[in-house]
């Protein structure tokens, strides 16, 4: 009888990982806004951190994901106590950005912030133009990074928001962005979000 030899997996090719895609150029093509998760610990020590990976979920219920590195001391807060604020930027507020992004010890001593009652974290009072209160309701692991799914439950939102925008690996001002005249026609991304709209209805409009 032939022997027939079993047969093993082939071992990983090691340079499998070497050959992957890099998403960091194709995701810094898609400007977005920036923003800063905030939350307390149980000891209400403040935690945050920069994060441009936001989205939203759902209208009703009002929900986002923020997608967070897995490894960050502050997810591990935010999973722990539960809760967060997301601070949407303003575009005076780069300063703010970098700061956070920096992961500096004492960012919260350099900022001035403030916790209304029942906020999920640190409202960002001097650069944010916007803040969602938010309660954790979902997380999915995936690779490096967390998604955290969160029900929003309070939006502060002041008047005239002017957005801090990121793309191409550089910050832009809403305010010069917005000073280009729109186009003739132009595609409405949000009409997909408003309530009750069907989908597809984002439309051209002249």
Same mark, same amino acid.
């Given at each position: 009888?032939?022997?027939?030899?079993?047969?093993?997996?082939?071992?990983?090719?090691?340079?499998?990982?070497?050959?992957?895609?890099?998403?960091?150029?194709?995701?810094?093509?898609?400007?977005?806004?920036?923003?800063?998760?905030?939350?307390?610990?149980?000891?209400?020590?403040?935690?945050?951190?920069?994060?441009?990976?936001?989205?939203?979920?759902?209208?009703?219920?009002?929900?986002?994901?923020?997608?967070?590195?897995?490894?960050?001391?502050?997810?591990?807060?935010?999973?722990?106590?539960?809760?967060?604020?997301?601070?949407?930027?303003?575009?005076?507020?780069?300063?703010? +950005?970098?700061?956070?992004?920096? @992961? #500096? =010890?004492?960012?919260?001593? &350099? *900022?001035?912030?403030?916790?209304?009652?029942?906020?999920?974290?640190?409202?960002?009072?001097?650069?944010?133009?916007?803040?969602?209160?938010?309660?954790?309701?979902?997380?999915?692991?995936?690779?490096?990074?967390?998604?955290?799914?969160?029900?929003?439950?309070?939006?502060?939102?002041?008047?005239?928001?002017?957005?801090?925008?990121?793309?191409?690996?550089?910050?832009?001002?809403?305010?010069?962005?917005?000073?280009?005249?729109?186009?003739?026609?132009?595609?409405?991304? +949000?009409?997909?979000?408003?309530? @009750? #709209? =069907?989908?597809?209805?984002? &439309? *051209?409009?002249?």
């Amino acid at each position: 009888m032939p022997h027939r030899s079993a047969h093993h997996p082939a071992a990983p090719d090691e340079s499998a990982r070497d050959r992957r895609a890099d998403l960091r150029p194709f995701m810094a093509a898609f400007p977005s806004g920036v923003s800063i998760v905030t939350t307390l610990d149980s000891d209400t020590v403040p935690h945050g951190l920069t994060c441009s990976s936001v989205a939203s979920v759902a209208l009703d219920p009002p929900t986002l994901v923020v997608c967070v590195r897995a490894a960050s001391p502050t997810l591990a807060v935010i999973l722990d106590q539960g809760a967060f604020a997301l601070n949407l930027l303003h575009e005076r507020a780069r300063g703010a +950005s970098d700061l956070f992004a920096s @992961g #500096a =010890p004492d960012r919260f001593e &350099r *900022v001035e912030w403030r916790l209304p009652l029942g906020a999920g974290g640190p409202h960002l009072t001097a650069d944010a133009h916007a803040v969602a209160d938010c309660a954790v309701v979902r997380t999915v692991g995936f690779g490096d990074h967390t998604a955290v799914f969160a029900e929003v439950h309070r939006v502060t939102v002041r008047e005239d928001p002017q957005p801090l925008l990121y793309g191409l690996r550089r910050y832009a001002q809403w305010s010069q962005a917005a000073a280009v005249p729109p186009p003739a026609a132009h595609l409405d991304p +949000s009409a997909a979000l408003r309530p @009750g #709209a =069907p989908e597809g209805d984002a &439309r *051209v409009v002249r």
